[in-house]
């Protein structure tokens, strides 16, 4: 089990203040929460793409490029890479890039973003975004894995004998995960390819989570990659925590009533009713985290959002110290030990070349089978 942070890079005033960070320090304090993360046990950090105020982080491969360089052992990813506004060419040689500079330790999750004015921005119409993402994933799937490309489709200019640099590392492209909040034919995607479908799990109930991630598993059998329970699943997750819980919610309310992307609606209560937020004790967190696998199955990774809302960077690094000494330890013992042996744990760079280079052993001893038993038969005639 994967236990991590993602970000979605917002700048926000702090409520409790009245100041707002600049857009320098904002992005510095993403790499302090990053370094942090690994400095506490985390084994993930991701960040998001945004081209749209109020959020920083348009270029997710220099910042992760940046925090490997400062790293050792945290696996960077993106909480989205945006699939419909980027040439597909581009994210093929940018990553590859970047999982080179991280000897492996990168994936990312693919998205289509939630900001509508980013599509005419970058050349693309909104009303093409599910058909964008379909075509433009196809397209990458086919750069990381075929060495000459060939290729023609609806949104872009053709390829003639393309071979995009550097290659993968290792001959591996990144794991990629397939992240929606609401679109069940991006689920559908993830389990065609076999890739892992990570759901948002913040604004929305559970039934809906779990309408989405059993839509992935059913599909991800279907298409002959495993069982149902085998399929590779992510959870989204939003925490505030103090050590007594009314200490939680009395500090985070004024944050929550004036967050962009969810103030002013539903009161905190309500939220934390209906969602997977939880404002409350690490015991709180501990036992509502655990509560996920009875609606999702076991799963592989969990990434937690802890700062946006205009939160100040010092209380944001007090949550890590909190989730890296108290929250995760337990939730990793206890996954660990409810997992069955046939359910796979996260994929990483070095599990994917071992499962590459086993599948290649087993086809050359097929074929040496194979030309055995006809070397045989000719010997009998």
Not at 263 to 287: A, M, N
Not at 313 to 320: F, I, N
Request: hydrophobic letters at 40%; charged letters at 25%; glycine letters at 10%.
């Amino acid at each position: 089990m994967q236990f991590g942070v993602f970000t979605v890079g917002d700048v926000t005033v702090d409520p409790t203040t009245g100041r707002e960070p600049t857009e320098h320090k904002r992005i510095k304090a993403m790499v302090a929460i990053a370094l942090k993360a690994e400095e506490v046990g985390l084994d993930v950090f991701a960040t998001g793409e945004h081209h749209n105020r109020p959020f920083v982080p348009s270029s997710p491969t220099t910042m992760l490029g940046h925090i490997a360089a400062r790293t050792e052992r945290l696996l960077l990813s993106t909480s989205t890479t945006l699939i419909t506004t980027n040439d597909p060419v581009k994210i093929a040689e940018d990553y590859a890039m970047l999982q080179h500079l991280a000897d492996g330790r990168v994936d990312l999750m693919m998205g289509r973003g939630n900001t509508g004015p980013v599509y005419p921005w970058f050349g693309q119409d909104i009303r093409n975004g599910i058909r964008l993402a379909v075509e433009n994933y196809e397209l990458l799937h086919r750069l990381w894995r075929e060495d000459v490309v060939d290729w023609q489709g609806k949104f872009r200019t053709p390829l003639q004998s393309f071979t995009s640099t550097p290659r993968p590392l290792d001959g591996v492209p990144p794991f990629v995960w397939h992240g929606s909040i609401r679109s069940p034919e991006i689920a559908e995607q993830a389990a065609y390819y076999g890739d892992g479908f990570f759901a948002n799990h913040i604004f929305w109930p559970k039934e809906h989570t779990q309408r989405m991630v059993g839509l992935y598993r059913q599909r991800f059998a279907h298409y002959g990659h495993g069982s149902p329970e085998q399929a590779i699943v992510g959870l989204g997750g939003q925490v505030f925590m103090r050590r007594n819980s009314q200490d939680a919610v009395r500090e985070f309310r004024p944050y929550f009533d004036n967050a962009p992307v969810y103030g002013h609606g539903p009161s905190l209560e309500e939220f934390t009713r209906e969602t997977p937020l939880t404002v409350g004790s690490p015991q709180q967190v501990i036992d509502r985290t655990l509560g996920f696998r009875e609606y999702v199955g076991d799963y592989q990774r969990q990434l937690f959002l802890l700062d946006h809302a205009g939160l100040p960077l010092k209380t944001v690094l007090e949550q890590l110290d909190l989730l890296g000494e108290e929250v995760v330890p337990v939730l990793r013992k206890e996954f660990d030990a409810l997992r069955p042996a046939h359910v796979p744990v996260a994929p990483t760079h070095a599990s994917l070349v071992a499962a590459r280079d086993a599948a290649d052993k087993a086809a050359t001893g097929a074929a040496d089978a194979g030309d055995l038993a006809g070397a045989g038969a000719e010997g009998r005639r």
